[in-house]
Each structure stands twice: as C-alpha cells, then as structure tokens.
C-alpha cells in the first residue's frame, strides 16, 4: 500500500501550525504545507475542520487531525521511526503535557493581551502577567530539562515544541513594545535555550522571522497576532 | 518497593474530579479521595497545583499530576494492566483528545452560559449553544463508537469519561432551567448512551446525583456550577 500523502493546512505567521511543522520535520515525514489565507479560508480547511475552522490541520491522506498539540502527538504516535516526541516516562510526559496546556490556555492570551490592552495600566498589567508566566517557565525549563539542553533533555520534544513556536512572537512583541520579556536575570535557562531551539537542523528553516512578524502584524494595524 | 500511595483532592461537585475516580476505578486503582472545601483551599491543594489552586489533583506517592484530562491520560499511562481508556489506534486517540478538548473548551462553557446569562435573549443563546455542542458530540458518538456501546465502542473509554462527568451537571441544568438538552430526537445516541455510562461499575457508585447538585447550586444562589 502506498503511504498515504501528508499535507498540513497552515499560515506562515501562526504559532501553532509552526508546531506541526516542526513535529513533521523532526520526524523527517515528507509533507505538503499548504498556505491558508486567514482572510477567506479554503474549502478544504473549512471541511477538514468544521467545528473551529482554523488551522492547523493535518490531512493524512484524507483524514483530518485539528488542534496543534492534539496533531504534534499524533505525528509521534504515527510515525514512531523518528526520535520520540513526547518522553517515555509517564509523569514527564505528564508534565510535559501540564506547560504546554499552560501556555495555550495563559501565556499566549497574556502575550496577545500586550498588544491589545487599552491604556498604560492594561498594558503594565498584561505585560507583567506575560512575565510572570515566563517565570513560571524559566522553573518548568529547570525541572523538565534535567540538566539537558531542551525541556526534553538531550533533545527537543513536545514542550520544546509546544512552547519554541511562540518564540518569534515573543520577539516582536518585546520590538513592537519596546519592552525585555525575556530575562538574563529572570529567565536564564530560558535565554539559552532559545538559541538553541532555533538552532536545530528541524527548526531553522521554518522558524519566524521577527522582522517578517512585526510587518504582518503593522499591515494589521493595531490588531493582535492571531490566537489560533 | 511498596507501592506509592495514591491519593485524589477534588470535590464531589466537581464534574472535573469525576474524570479522575472514574479514571481510577476503571483500573481498579486503591486511592483515597480527599474532599477540599473550595471555599478554603488546603495548603496541600495550593502547594500541589500553585499555578491553577485547583481540583482535581492526582498524588501518586508525593507527585502532583494537575489537570482531569491529564490525570486521566497519566492513569492509563501508569496503570497498563486494567482495560486501556485511550484508544490503541493513533487516529481514534486524536479524534478522542479532539473532542474531549471540544467538551472543555466550547461546550462545559456554554452549558454554565446557561446558569450565567442575564436576561431571556442571553439564556436563549445559551441554551442554543448547547444544543448544537450536543448535536456535535451524537454525531462525534455515531463516528468514534463505530456501533459499540460507548464512544470508545464496546467499552468506556478516554471520550466516555470526559463526557460523562459532564451528565449529572447537563441534567442539574435542565432541571433548575425548566429546558431538555438531551433530547430523543436530535441525540438519541447519547441519550442511551449515557444509561449505559452511568450504570457502568467504575461509574455508577461515584456519578452525581442531579438532586444533590441541585441542592447545591440553589446553596450558591445564583453563582454558577464550578468551571473546573
């Protein structure tokens, strides 16, 4: 049988289709990455996820996988060849699972709160919560990490990846504002870890570009990065 | 070495906490269930869960496993010899994690917009928006149970109980809001289906009993059932 197409509906600026990207390069699945204009969505992204009608999905071959870390843990239970995702131990992965719902459910919408609060006082607030979630990363980074180089240890893995595609919005989110979130004081482990998360050969050439993030996000005027 | 004691902190209104003992007596898992006032949080809750001071948290030995559906996947994870609750095949576990992210996400939040909405427009939204979550979980039901009893097919599963736990606060709804939800025509599907989940032997000694919750929210006054 032939193996059946992968194709993966996405948008060059969202954080969570860079998740599947990542995920599929790591495990070195040949895939199609489709550009989804966000503004007048296809056909093909609205049938594949009726429900949310976002990306990312995954189509292996016609089947649908919606949800960023839904999809990166079906790409590491599918193809179970390539390095492991998720650690093999249940209470990291446990763990693993608890930062990355963690940073989807409060350090993203802290992050967008940023740029969309009204007013210096809003702004101050959303920009402290942001901080304090990197803070609460920093400690996350230190327990998962074990001494190694990547939240997974010796090498990247799920939170790496649940929590490196937010990396280029962080970035120009501190441009834009004109404000430091990530920390050499505060969040050391954190600094060293980013460099090199998009140092690696399955990162690198998909990961954002600040630059390329700050002009999409001036053509939006004051609107927020996407949240999904 | 002794086994590590197991020990759960929720609170019996919690539809959340739920996910977990059912969780736990699928797998025939020895646990003591610690009872948390949640108007006064113990400092073991706050210390075991400082970033969300919430139920339900699993103790296995002295590790805290936060979040229900974590909890549940760490269950199935540690404890291989009972039935398994993901299902085997990675496509099935995907749409599964899918849905019960759907449940959380949209239709937990609509069905407490039932209790919160001010004004008879508002409440008719509400009840709207849960009707249709419940119109999508029958159809979820037809294609995840493939013609078995439950949504995991001939038995109780990861979907089943991240559903389930949801029953007793959807009929608690209905009645204080004089409304059907569930309904013969549209779902029929799951109105036998949950018969059969909550007569289930890991279910039936722990479900609520909609009375008791009844009781309970007329206690809180107009506050809303907890979203966690």
Request: contains cysteine; aromatic residues 10%; glycine residues 6%.
């Amino acid at each position: 049988m032939a193996a059946r197409k992968v194709k993966l509906l996405g948008a060059w600026v969202s954080p969570f289709a860079l998740r599947s990207r990542i995920a599929l390069n790591l495990k070195s699945v040949e895939h199609e990455f489709l550009e989804e204009n966000l503004g007048s969505k296809s056909d093909l992204l609205l049938k594949s996820n009726p429900v949310y009608k976002k990306v990312p999905v995954l189509l292996h071959g016609d089947r649908p996988v919606c949800e960023s870390l839904i999809i990166v843990e079906y790409i590491d239970e599918t193809w179970t060849s390539g390095p492991s995702i998720l650690p093999s131990d249940p209470y990291d992965r446990a763990t693993a699972r608890f930062w990355a719902y963690y940073i989807d459910d409060k350090f993203c919408p802290s992050l967008v709160g940023i740029s969309k609060a009204e007013g210096p006082e809003a702004k101050a607030e959303a920009i402290e919560q942001a901080k304090t979630g990197l803070e609460l990363l920093e400690k996350a980074f230190k327990d998962c990490s074990k001494g190694g180089a990547f939240f997974n240890g010796d090498q990247i893995g799920y939170l790496d990846i649940a929590f490196g595609c937010c990396i280029g919005w962080i970035r120009a989110t501190e441009s834009m504002h004109e404000i430091k979130l990530f920390d050499e004081e505060k969040t050391p482990g954190l600094v060293g870890w980013i460099e090199r998360f998009c140092a690696h050969k399955a990162v690198k050439d998909v990961m954002h570009e600040t630059e390329k993030l700050i002009e999409f996000a001036k053509t939006l005027l004051s609107k927020p990065p996407p949240t999904h």
